[in-house]
C-alpha cells in the first residue's frame, strides 16, 4: 500500500527514486507532501562523488526536480 500523506525520504528511497524505481514512483505520487532530510541529500551527493562516473552521478542527483 503507498504511503498517504506527508513522507520523510530516507537515502535507500531517494536511490529508488534515482533508479526509476516503480513501486518508490507510485508511492510519491500518492504523498500529499515529500521532505528530503539534508543528510540523505548529503548521503546521495558522497556516494555521487565516489562513483567512478562522479560528473555523471552527481547531474543525475542535481537533474532531480524532487531535490
Known amino acids: 500500500m ?3 500523506g506527508r513522507v520523510l525520504l530516507d537515502t535507500n528511497i ?3 527514486l ?6 518508490v514512483l507510485a508511492g510519491l ?3 500529499e507532501a515529500v ?3 539534508v543528510i ?4 546521495l551527493y ?7 562516473r562522479a560528473a555523471e552521478k552527481v547531474d543525475g542527483v542535481s537533474s532531480q526536480p524532487i531535490l
Not at 534515482?18 to 513501486?23: D, N, R, T
Not at 558522497?46 to 567512478?52: C, E, H, Q, T, V
Request: aromatic share 4%.
Open 2 to 4: 503507498p504511503p498517504t
Open 18 to 23: 534515482l533508479a526509476g524505481e516503480p513501486v
Open 29 to 31: 505520487r500518492a504523498a
Open 14 to 16: 531517494l536511490i529508488g
Open 40 to 43: 540523505a541529500l548529503g548521503e
Open 46 to 52: 558522497d556516494g555521487a562523488r565516489k562513483s567512478a
Open 35 to 37: 521532505y528530503v532530510p
